[in-house]
């Protein structure tokens, strides 16, 4: 019935920067509360609001400590997999009507919670979108309870899965083997998220403040060892593989095979980032997904000499790495 | 320039105004009908009496954010929620007291009936529940949800409250002895909600770009979609002929009459600039409804001709506040940037 919606960002103030938010996951009893308490005694000059499940256990008198259920909503778009944290949406709306009093947002979730409702919402909600940025999931992880978790959850890995930094706390619980068999353990289902190894979860906040991982210009930014053959098979579920094309690609291809893989495998595809080199184009596209909801843009030049590969990685659990590879060359131009 | 000076002519000359400096959550003209009260996201309340050119006072009500304001049952005070878990009542004069406290909780939404001598009504919703309170203040009863309630409003004549939270709207009878509530359901998650006038419609805005409407006398659902944004501002016009609402570059209105809107086009009003609008207030005695803009724009449209009167330019925030008072001679609307106005429009 009607026009175009206003073009985005049109209704805030010039100058009103969005707010960054980070989510902070992770098993209780990993540490997660001990870094959230960090965060807010640590001298750094920068106020966050804090959105948390049950206050008695946050040592710290912060006057925005929101307290908050946890509602996960379905949503009526023909997308199954396709929910957003209901109570996130309010919140955010609320904060803003305050936003001179605070520099971020800081969400934790419980325990159990999938990661991929809060990251779907600030995809889906346009006001959330506008409002603020993603800027990073931190996942804590108890590196000697690890294993067992793992053993009896889904939510542990996808809470690895989703992580843009994990810190990897009570290090000094296990030994140098074990610590170093567990770190394997998380790269085998996530090899691209950054891993601080902490113990009572001291590390500086710069290292999971401000990480600007759903930029899209930062999406590959720091991906390890890209080159080399993935991590051996593990018997998790949930896993990680990355591919490279030298030819550049053809955007109506990508779109058209990236649309139904989504579509048919976005409940299996936990996180999917790639940055791509469109033929005839001098700018990088990067392109990101959370399950089926996806977002991409171009962002800056390739850098002169620098070799154009298109790189796509893909997280998530029952990946058939021939057939993606398959249909990822099936994108190349020409 | 020249548009721009034209847009203003009614803010200049029948308004006044103040840069607040704070967020405008909301406005609200007292029953009395001789003050107005500004909620702002710094926890004060902006009073001002135009008639008498008074100065305006601001008033600290809540710690952190106002999140709701009402005018209270009775006339010379305001009833506000606030982020601190606050249900406060301001008088005129700028005394507030607490009605209750909700601990760490936010009081998000407010509504108010006032009824014959002594029987009106307030409630707030916090969280799950809604608490619903006698014109002194009193708390009488408790509604309790399954889910977080988003918006909460009275019919025309203060017999029942509607909820809307996830999967529809929860009807109470404020009077019931035994509560338990008409459950009106539709899978999806509901974010405002309007009673109409007769009390035989309740309409919500929802988080996918719709509104949904139930029609409570033979449960028909009406379903009104095409929304760029979401439509969170809903506004019955003074017999309910129409309900307009937010959510689009324009303001779109529905047919509640003739069999309702369904398998209707809605009216567009007002629209054309590709500027979301983001409130609606329909006029009490005329059919006319005010439009605040995403650019600040603000107007007053004629339904039955389509006229649109400019009240004031774009340039001064996002509207976020617009409201009438009882008879319909004072407009007062308020941005998220802090701009806050009344304008008369009282024959002269």
């Known amino acids: 019935m009607m026009a175009e919606p206003a073009a985005p960002g049109s209704a805030s103030a010039p100058g009103s920067l969005p707010v960054p938010v980070t989510v902070l996951t992770g098993y209780l009893g990993a540490g997660k509360t001990t870094l959230l308490n960090r965060i807010l005694t640590e001298r750094h000059g920068r106020r966050y609001a804090v959105v948390i499940n049950e206050f008695g256990e946050l040592g710290v008198d912060n006057d925005l400590v929101v307290e908050s259920d946890e509602e996960v909503f379905e949503m009526n778009n023909g997308c199954i997999c396709c929910t957003v944290r209901g109570d996130l949406i309010r919140i955010v709306g609320g904060l803003m009507k305050r936003r001179d009093k605070f520099d971020g947002i800081i969400i934790e979730t419980t325990g159990l919670a999938n990661p991929a409702p809060v990251a779907q919402t600030f995809f889906v909600d346009e006001g959330v979108r506008q409002k603020t940025r993603l800027d990073a999931i931190v996942t804590v992880v108890d590196a000697k309870h690890l294993p067992g978790r793992l053993e009896d959850s889904h939510e542990a890995a996808d809470q690895i899965a989703f992580a843009d930094v994990i810190v990897l706390n009570k290090t000094d619980l296990v030994s140098a083997e074990e610590l170093e068999a567990v770190e394997e353990r998380i790269r085998g289902i996530n090899r691209f998220a950054r891993i601080h190894r902490t113990e009572r979860a001291a590390l500086p906040i710069t290292d999971v403040l401000d990480q600007s991982a759903f930029d899209l210009d930062r999406v590959l930014a720091e991906v390890p060892d890209f080159l080399t053959e993935d991590a051996h098979e593990h018997n998790d579920d949930v896993t990680s593989v990355s591919f490279e094309l030298e030819k550049p690609i053809d955007p109506e291809r990508f779109n058209a095979w990236i649309s139904v893989l989504l579509a048919e495998k976005g409940q299996d595809l936990l996180r999917t980032k790639g940055i791509l080199s469109h033929a005839g184009e001098d700018r990088r596209f990067a392109f990101q997904a959370v399950h089926m909801i996806a977002d991409g843009g171009f962002i800056g030049p390739w850098r002169e000499g620098e070799p154009r590969t298109s790189r796509l990685v893909f997280i998530g659990r029952n990946l058939n790495r021939p057939q993606l590879r398959r249909g990822f060359e099936s994108c190349q131009a020409g | ?348």
């Open chain 2, 1 to 348: 320039m020249g548009e721009s000076a034209t847009a203003d002519a009614l803010l200049s000359t029948r308004g006044e105004s103040r840069a607040l400096e704070a967020f405008v959550v909301a406005a609200a003209f007292e029953r009395g009908g001789r003050f107005c009260a500004f909620a702002l996201g710094d926890g004060t309340l902006s009073i001002v009496e135009p008639a008498a050119k008074s100065e305006w006072r601001s008033v600290a009500v809540h710690e952190g954010a106002v999140l709701a304001l009402v005018p209270d049952v009775t006339p010379g005070a305001f009833l506000s929620g606030g982020d601190d878990g606050a249900f406060r009542r301001t008088t005129a004069g700028g005394a507030a007291a607490d009605i209750a406290r909700f601990g760490a909780r936010w009081v998000e939404h407010a509504a108010s009936y006032a009824g014959a001598k002594d029987t009106g009504l307030s409630a707030v919703s916090v969280s799950r529940n809604v608490h619903l309170f006698d014109a002194a203040g009193a708390r009488l009863k408790t509604f309790e949800h399954k889910s977080t309630v988003s918006g909460i409003a009275f019919d025309a004549k203060g017999k029942r409250i509607a909820a809307s939270h996830y999967n529809g709207v929860s009807l109470w009878f404020v009077a019931a002895k035994d509560a338990s509530p008409r459950e009106l359901e539709w899978k999806g998650s509901h974010i405002a909600v309007a009673v109409h006038p007769d009390g035989d419609a309740v309409v919500t805005a929802m988080q996918e770009n719709a509104l949904h409407g139930w029609r409570l006398s033979d449960g028909q659902h009406m379903r009104m979609s095409g929304y760029p944004a979401k439509a969170e501002s809903l506004s019955f016009s003074r017999r309910g002929k129409w309900l307009a609402s937010s959510g689009a570059d324009a303001i779109i209105l529905w047919p509640f009459f003739g069999g309702g809107p369904m398998g209707k086009a809605p009216l567009e009003l007002a629209g054309g600039d590709g500027v979301l609008c983001t409130r609606v207030a329909c006029h009490p005695t005329h059919d006319a409804v005010a439009g605040g803009f995403a650019d600040g724009l603000v107007v007053l449209a004629d339904i039955d001709s389509g006229r649109v009167l400019p009240v004031a330019a774009p340039g001064r925030g996002t509207v976020s506040a617009l409201v009438w008072n009882a008879d319909g001679t004072r407009l007062a609307f308020g941005t998220e940037s802090g701009f806050a106005a009344i304008v008369d429009f009282a024959k002269k």
